[in-house]
Nanobody, 126 residues
Framework: QVQLVESGGGLVQAGGSLRLSCAAS????????MGWFRQAPGKEREFVAG???????YYGDSVKGRFTISRDNAKNTVYLQMNGLKPEDTAAYYC????????????????????WGQGTQVTVSS
């Protein structure tokens, strides 16, 4: 069983930055594919960023060039650096993980991930 705990959310003005962290339990963290998703009220959960077991990184179209996913395997932590925040980035952000070696195309869908954090709220004011 893997537990994921997000932190780092908060209220920020448009144009500002935040860094989200996701701390994971488990001894084989480095072998997990990791993802960040977000969900705004009344909307479906959407893919934000992901890091495959191969090390490749992937981003949703709306955050490319502004957000960066990274991981520190020594700390069992994955990060989401968010720059140039916009009001439309307001959402609950969720960390997700899977121990399965998944296809790249599967990185973008929620059903590919076995483990989820409780979420952290990001609010961007205009």
């Amino acid at each position: 069983q893997v537990q994921l705990v997000e932190s780092g959310g908060g209220l920020v003005q448009a144009g500002g930055s935040l860094r989200l962290s996701c701390a994971a339990s488990g001894r084989t963290f480095s072998s997990y594919a990791m993802g960040w998703f977000r969900q705004a009220p009344g909307k479906e959960r959407e893919f934000v960023a992901g890091m495959h077991q191969s090390g490749g990184t992937y981003y949703g179209d709306s955050v490319k060039g502004r957000f960066t996913i990274s991981r520190d395997n020594a700390k069992n932590t994955v990060y989401l650096q968010m720059n140039g925040l916009k009001p439309e980035d307001t959402a609950a952000y969720y960390c997700a993980a899977t121990s399965s070696v998944i296809r790249i195309a599967s990185m973008f869908t929620t059903k590919s991930y076995e483990y989820w954090g409780q979420g952290t709220q990001v609010t961007v004011s205009s």
